[in-house]
C-alpha cells in the first residue's frame, strides 16, 4: 500500500472526456478474457495484454494498472442444452444456452514487481479508487470508437477507410526496421494502407526528408490511405488509434 501511495502521481482520475480502453490490448489481441487479463495503465488509460504491459511500463514510467480479468463460469450440470441444428447456425436463439457467462474480477497491479492488491477495497487510497471505479463505469474507448475519430481531417478520412479497397498483397508489415522499398530511407516513411508499401515521405523545398516515394505512389496508384509509420513509438494513442483501425482490416497484418 506504500509502495501505491508512492506512486499517486502517475494516477489520473479520467475525466468525462478522456478515452478509456478496456476491452482490447491496444498492441496485442488480448482482451479481459485473455490467460493474462488486461491492464488498464492508470494513467493513460490505455490497455495493455500481459505481453505488453511491462513495455509500456518501461516507455512510460507509468507503474498504476487496473487489472482486469474474465474467467469463464462453470456450466451447471442440470442446464438444460439445446441442441441447435445446421439451420440454427447465425440465427438468434440458435445456440443461446451455449454460450458461455463470465465474471469479472478486478485488482490494482503495480509495476515493474507486479505487486497486486485487492480492488475493491477501501484500504486502498481514496484518488485509486475513485479512478478505477470510473474506468470501470464508462464505456470503453473501442465500442465509442469510430474509424472517423482517428484523425482531424474526419470526414475526408473517414469516407475513404469506410470503403477502402485492400489488396491482398501478402505483406506483413514487421514492428520495426522499415525501409522505404524504392530506395534506402528509413525515416519519414508511411505505410499505405491498401497495400502494404512502405515509402518514404515528401521531399522538403531544402532537400531534407524523403524522395517522394510514397506520393510518387499515390499519384500511379490513387491509394487514398496511410499513415506515418514514425509516429507510433512516440505517441501511443495514435498508435492505439491506427492498429484499431488496421485491425479492421482484413488483408493486411501487423505482426508483434
Ligand atoms: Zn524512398
Redesign the pocket.
Known amino acids: 500500500m506504500e509502495l501505491l501511495r508512492s506512486h499517486l502521481s502517475r494516477v489520473r482520475i479520467p475525466e468525462p472526456t478522456n478515452r478509456i480502453y478496456k476491452q482490447e490490448c491496444c498492441i496485442s489481441f488480448d482482451t479481459p478474457r485473455s490467460e493474462g487479463g488486461l491492464y488498464v495503465d492508470m494513467c493513460s488509460f490505455l490497455a495493455f495484454g500481459r505481453g505488453y504491459v511491462q513495455w509500456n511500463y518501461e516507455k512510460s514510467g507509468n507503474p498504476v494498472y487496473l487489472h482486469i480479468q474474465q474467467h469463464r463460469k462453470p456450466v451447471p450440470e442440470d442446464r438444460p442444452l439445446k441442441k441447435p441444428t445446421l439451420l440454427a447456425i447465425g440465427v438468434d436463439g440458435g445456440f443461446d444456452n451455449q454460450e458461455p457467462e463470465y465474471e469479472e474480477t478486478h485488482s490494482i497491479i503495480v509495476l515493474p514487481d507486479h505487486v497486486c492488491l485487492p480492488f475493491p477495497s477501501v484500504e486502498l487510497p481514496e484518488k485509486v479508487r475513485l479512478a478505477a471505479d470510473a474506468i470501470l463505469m464508462t464505456e470503453g474507448a473501442e465500442r465509442k470508437e469510430q474509424i472517423a475519430s482517428w484523425t482531424s481531417e474526419k470526414k475526408r478520412v473517414s469516407a475513404y477507410a469506410l470503403d477502402l479497397q485492400q489488396i491482398n498483397s501478402g505483406v506483413v508489415i514487421p514492428p520495426s526496421g522499415w525501409k522505404?522499398?524504392?530506395?534506402?530511407?528509413t525515416d519519414n516513411?508511411w505505410l499505405n494502407l491498401t497495400d502494404g508499401m512502405i515509402?518514404?515521405?515528401r521531399k522538403n523545398w531544402d532537400g531534407t526528408g524523403?524522395?517522394?516515394?510514397?506520393i510518387e505512389h499515390y499519384n500511379m496508384t490513387k491509394y487514398p490511405l496511410s499513415v506515418k509509420l514514425g509516429t507510433i513509438t512516440v505517441d501511443l494513442e495514435g498508435a492505439a488509434q491506427m492498429y484499431s483501425l488496421i485491425r479492421r482490416m482484413t488483408l493486411l497484418r501487423i505482426h508483434y
Do not use: P
Open positions: 522505404c522499398q524504392k530506395c534506402d530511407k516513411l515509402l518514404c515521405g524523403g524522395n517522394n516515394h510514397a
